[in-house]
């Protein structure tokens, strides 16, 4: 019974999501920065994904808008109100110095692109286990 359910809970998805689910559940080479820009890919936009002269090292790199997607680890950035956000018990101090610092750079980083005319948008790692929900901000913001 359970075995049939799910497996009928499969072929309901497309082969896009089915491909995307399946690379999260390997978890060998798939980066949040990698997923979003298969992602994007999917969705028919052109983007670089390098840059040598933007700073902040930006994920994906759309010239032509000058739009700019980051992907933020979300220990790392510090993401407010996120379970993966939250610091270790131990050596609470030294995390959260670190974070604070990522978040003040991270911040420094938009606003300094913003005056160089770029718009930015962060996609945080946590919200890539909602793939329709990423697909929808990222063509809100690309529009
Ligand atoms: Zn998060």
Redesign the pocket.
Known sequence: MTRSKRTSTMDRLTKKKRSWLMSRVRGVDTTPELLVRTLVRQMGHRFASYSQNLPGRPDLIFRRKKMLIFVHG?FWHG?AN?Q??RLPKSNRAYWSDKVIKNRARDRRVVRQLRRLGWKSLTI????LSDRDKVEKRIERFLK
């Open positions: 979300c993401h996120c993966k956000g945080w790692a946590c919200q």
